[in-house]
């Protein structure tokens, strides 16, 4: 099962739950009235505002860090394609025998890059080829590069070109910690507990009218339950609906420009 259907059936069995967990609460707040009409729903704001306080803090929170993570993700697409482009460049430095052997592995490691990201999420196989593939690349062109930089033994050429080669690779691994990084799993559990809570105690909430509002109730389960399907996509912007490949354009774009 790939992340995608992984994720919708977090949400569905979410939603499902909630709505299980109203009708539950609400069935108890009747057979409370029905003991004790006056007492019922004594004392109880305290309790419903804290927890619905807490959820809705959660809920920021997370959105919140789940955004700015996505932002920093897609920067660095373009941190990347910045690193690549000069390192490509710098190449023009080196003599003339050693750039035709770079240049190609240059349009080889970009390939390999795309072909990662593409592949990620979808075929995780092919992802991790791509990766192997891109790291031996980079090995090929840093020594190429060093060999390359010991014939003109010119300390500036050498400088600017080893500096962007290294920025470059840097930039891999920095790419590969945002894209695992993110918030511990206790959270989310945190999240799904105080949501079902919520749901809970609306429903215990709602047995002051005679009768269900189920529009109420399916709202509300809806709209929570994207909630956290909009927090999970943000999480993961490799799969789902909310995705950063638009910003692999200026990849590709690199790419081609490389003749």
């Keep these: 099962m790939n992340q995608v259907a992984i994720f919708f059936s977090v949400v569905i069995g979410l939603f499902l739950v909630m709505l299980a967990l109203m009708e539950v609460g609400w069935r108890v707040g009747v057979r409370r009235r029905s003991q004790d009409a006056a007492g019922a729903h004594v004392g109880l704001g305290v309790i419903d505002g804290a927890v619905f306080g807490l959820m809705g803090l959660l809920v920021a929170f997370t959105f919140s860090g789940a955004g700015t993570r996505f932002d920093a993700r897609r920067r660095l697409i373009g941190e990347e394609t910045n690193a690549i482009g000069t390192a490509y460049l710098r ?134 339950a994207l909630a956290v399907y909009v927090i999970l996509d943000l999480e993961y912007p490799r799969v789902g609906w909310v995705r950063i490949d638009k910003a692999d354009h200026v990849l590709m774009d690199l790419r081609t420009s490389m003749k």
Excluded at 92 to 114: G, I, K
């Design 91 to 224: 190449v023009d430095l080196l003599p003339a025998a050693s750039q035709p052997e770079l240049r190609d592995d240059f349009r080889n490691y970009v390939d390999a890059r795309l072909g990662y990201y593409r592949n990620l999420g979808q075929d995780n196989a092919a992802a991790e080829a791509q990766l192997d593939r891109s790291v031996a690349l980079q090995r090929k062109i840093w020594a190429e590069s060093v060999a390359g930089c010991e014939k003109v033994n010119f300390s500036a050429t050498t400088s600017l070109v080893l500096s962007s080669l290294n920025e470059m690779i840097d930039l891999t691994t920095t790419r590969a910690v945002a894209l695992e990084t993110h918030p511990p799993t206790v959270i989310f559990w945190a999240l799904g507990v105080l949501v079902l809570a919520g749901a809970l105690l609306a429903g215990y909430g709602m047995a002051e009218a005679k009768t269900r509002s189920w529009l109420h109730m399916l709202i509300y389960s809806t709209i929570l």
